[in-house]
């Protein structure tokens, strides 16, 4: 009987202690760098979770394994430069984020690297000048953006005159 209340005793007080080192190991401070996969194995994202949130850079690889993208985050929302890239290396296109909105220039490049098209954005919303070039560089179309919306194209104004 003494064996017994002894077992019953030694189990109350383990089992409490089991459970508490468990949810130490799974701490709100961990750090997991994660991997997603092609359906052939290769890889297509890697990125890293501190406490459950994506933190630092992201990079997204092309099935060939190239690099096809690296983004910045800072508590689960893009934040900073984000550059992607054509296949062969080259820089296709460079945006920026502030807290998860784009914000500041968006760049993007012909394959040959020349210049495509350029805008800006403020807090998501076109907010600036968008040019596109020409692969030979000839300006073909420029607009002008306030808050997104639309109020002059070519350097004609959209606005109309009110007497």
């Not at 807290?99 to 490049?109: A, E, I, S, V």
């Amino acid at each position: 009987m003494r064996s017994f209340i002894f077992i019953i005793i030694t189990i109350v007080f383990i089992l409490p202690s089991c459970k508490k080192q468990s949810s130490t190991d799974q701490s709100s401070d961990a750090v997991v760098e994660e991997r997603e996969n092609y359906g052939t194995g290769q890889t297509s994202r890697t990125y890293t979770r501190v406490n459950g949130q994506i933190e630092g850079k992201m990079t997204d690889y092309y099935p060939s394994g190239a690099i096809k993208g690296e983004r910045w985050f800072v508590t689960n929302q893009q934040h900073g430069k984000t550059t992607l890239y054509y296949e062969g290396g080259q820089i296709k296109e460079v945006q920026y984020y502030i807290h998860g909105k784009r914000t500041g220039g968006d760049t993007l490049f012909y394959e040959t690297g020349k210049l495509q098209y350029v805008s800006e954005f403020k807090e998501d919303k076109k907010n600036g000048y968008l040019r596109k070039w020409d692969e030979e560089g000839k300006l073909i179309y420029e607009a002008r953006f306030v808050n997104d919306s639309l109020t002059e194209v070519m350097g004609q104004s959209l606005q109309k005159n009110e007497r």
